[in-house]
């Protein structure tokens, strides 16, 4: 069975028997995801880099701790957030979140130029009203959708209940809709 074949299960119960290499492919598995979900907490990537630095090696101290049957991943991107949390508080900075969250993940794109023009005066419109949201509906939508994590993780991340997930997505969507001049629809 190769690295990447490797059931999740199995790499964690390695992992937490000392094998280094397992916990090495759970993070390159979850380090891209884990840095997005601290960009958006942090809203600073050089913050963000090192909190899911941070938290992955908190991870791995705490492997005794993971619950067995549970999802690795909520598990690991509440510790990233709870670290991005605790850099963003501790340095004292609020940014515009959303528009570095959206900044990162699309430095990978590369469309034609006149598609890239058009996307991005969207774009622009979009994050200039996401950051005019409140910080608890900015980070609902970003994780919910830019990041497209399921409620299950936002609700991990944010340390609510699914439900409240699905109710602050819905108001954040009318709140941007608001925002976006899109009442009527």
């Known amino acids: 069975m190769t690295p990447a074949s490797t059931p999740e299960a199995e790499l964690v119960s390695r992992a937490r028997a000392g094998d280094r290499a397992a916990f090495g492919v759970l993070v390159e598995r979850h380090q891209e995801i884990a840095f997005r979900t601290a960009c958006v907490v942090c809203g600073d990537a050089t913050d963000a880099q090192d909190a899911a630095q941070e938290a992955l090696l908190k991870a791995y101290l705490a492997l005794d701790r993971f619950r067995d049957g ?27 979140l959303a528009l570095r969250a959206g900044a990162a993940l699309d430095e990978h794109a590369a469309p034609g130029a006149d598609v890239a023009v058009l996307a991005g005066a969207r774009r622009g419109t979009l994050l200039a009203a996401l950051g005019r949201l409140g910080d608890e509906h900015r980070q609902v939508l970003t994780l919910r959708y830019l990041l497209d994590l399921s409620e299950a993780e936002c609700a991990a991340i944010l340390r609510c209940r699914p439900g409240t997930v699905k109710s602050r997505a819905s108001r954040a969507l009318g709140r941007l809709r608001a925002e976006l001049g899109e009442e009527d629809r």
């Open 70 to 96: 549970a999802p690795f991943r909520p598990w690991l991107l509440a510790i990233v957030a709870n670290e991005a949390r605790n850099r963003a508080r501790s340095t004292g900075r609020r940014t515009a």
